[in-house]
């Protein structure tokens, strides 16, 4: 196989957000990239099946829109021409976090609101006319082609729907397949141990409907109320695209999961801590019945951590870690991994392997800390709930009441939640002397005796 530029190929396996901008990204480093997805893609923005999350509420978090908009210039723009709303996350949202409201203020956080569908569909057409990009639907990802002694991934076997397997060649194969993905049944075929993982299961039930929307009867673009572990139910609401709120309800633990039935769903938002998702779907027109899933566990491959691993194959988004979309991380953990993909491209292409998974772990990190963490708040989670992780549940369950009383403290909050300040920026001594003093009442025993630079040091392990 040729080592000249011109000649470089690689292969992106899944064509949802995380396979597009993997392919976005490795446009400007090979010559051709094919991009090989097993539904039938539609053209339109409509659900498919291979993205059963899409049917959910979903958003663009600050440092995902920032990402996406670097990636695709004028993304903002077409986007909220089609119906999508740009939004100051703190200003234009009502937070309200263990029942405790964050003050609208401007923070300079700016997100997105848009439905799944609409994005992806969107990313799609802007990945399908870069000239060196191929995207090929109805076509199954079926394992790994490596050179004689396995040391190499030299591309795939793909079997295209109604036809006979065939075998691409490339120099890099990207495994963007999801949470259902092969990749380490693909790896085990090539004589590697399979990584390491972890899983938390949130015991989580989601109940979607979507509601038409009539501009101006509400002063806000989105409502996101968070369970807690007394009161361990919540929704969410987002305006979206064709004039429609789409709305999830969800519960945590036996008992809880949201009814499907019209009264029943309804009268579910009264038990919120945020009055205002009841009084807006008390008027609202539905447009369809409610949509129930029950979240599969967070899962996390520890690729990072093998000491044998081929060249030439990486995994990337839900292929690498799926987070309870209840933290709505996906999508812009997915752009920050193809930001990583690009600057190590950048840096030449030996052990890329090896140095993608080291530098995309520790992208993954924060929010999976963040998510994990939040989870295992509830005793029916199970997991590892270490000194550090009972101390942070007590930091930010005073944090969040503090949030109520400073707007400071809920923009530092947002901002670390939408990925845009590291997590040591909630130990800031301004914000730490809110958090004291606001919350000194709802502060765990265990962690009274932390000083501010004890909390960085823990918060940074």
């Known amino acids: 196989m040729s080592t000249t530029n011109e000649m470089r190929q690689a292969l992106v396996l899944g064509g949802s957000i995380g396979g597009l901008l993997a392919a976005r990204v490795l446009s400007e480093s090979y010559a051709k990239v094919t991009v090989f997805d097993r539904d039938e893609l539609p053209t339109e923005a409509t659900d498919r099946k291979g993205v059963p999350q899409s049917e959910h509420s979903h958003g663009l978090l600050a440092r995902g829109r920032q990402i996406l908009e670097e990636l695709f210039p004028g993304l903002v723009a077409d986007l909220t021409a089609q119906g999508a709303t740009a939004i100051d996350v703190q200003r234009d949202c009502l937070w309200v976090n263990d029942g405790h409201p964050i003050p609208r203020v401007a923070s300079g956080l700016d997100g997105l609101c848009v439905s799944r569908r609409a994005l992806e569909t969107y990313l799609r057409g802007r990945v399908r006319a870069l000239p060196n990009v191929e995207i090929r639907d109805r076509c199954e990802a079926l394992g790994l082609l490596a050179d004689a002694d396995g040391g190499r991934v030299t591309g795939a076997r793909i079997l295209p729907r109604g036809g006979q397997e065939e075998r691409h060649d490339a120099d890099l194969v990207v495994d963007a397949t999801g949470r259902g993905n092969r990749g380490p049944t693909w790896l085990a075929e090539l004589g590697y141990q399979p990584p390491a993982e972890d899983r938390v299961d949130p015991h989580t039930v989601y109940v979607s409907r979507d509601y038409r929307r009539t501009p101006g009867e509400a002063d806000f673009a989105a409502i996101v109320c968070s369970p807690s572990p007394a009161v ?216 009274h005796p932390e000083p501010a630079a004890r909390a960085e040091e823990l918060v940074a392990r």
């Open 232 to 447: 361990p139910y919540g929704g969410v609401a987002v305006s979206v695209e064709g004039d429609q709120w789409m709305v999830t309800l969800l519960g945590v633990g036996p008992g809880q999961a949201p009814p499907t039935d019209d009264e029943g769903y309804l009268d579910f938002t009264r038990r919120l801590p945020a009055p205002e998702l009841h009084a807006l779907l008390s008027r609202a027109e539905p447009l369809g019945p409610p949509r129930r899933m029950r979240l599969p566990a967070s899962m996390r491959r520890r690729y990072e951590h093998l000491t044998r691993l081929p060249e030439g194959f990486i995994a990337v988004a839900d292929a690498v870690c799926s987070f309870n979309p209840a933290y709505g991380q996906g999508m812009t953990v997915a752009a920050a991994e193809a930001m990583v993909l690009r600057d190590c491209l950048r840096q030449g292409r030996q052990e890329l392997s090896r140095r993608f998974f080291a530098a995309a772990a520790k992208v993954v990190d924060v929010p999976w800390d963040m998510a994990v963490g939040a989870d295992l708040r509830y005793p029916t989670v199970v997991g590892p709930r270490s000194r550090r992780t009972r101390f942070l549940n007590g930091y930010v369950s005073r944090l969040h009441i503090a949030a109520a009383r400073h707007p400071v403290v809920g923009r530092r909050f947002l901002s670390v939640a939408n990925l845009m300040t590291p997590p040591p920026g909630l130990f800031a001594p301004g914000i730490v002397a809110r958090v004291l003093w606001s919350g000194r009442r709802a502060v765990p025993q265990a962690a």
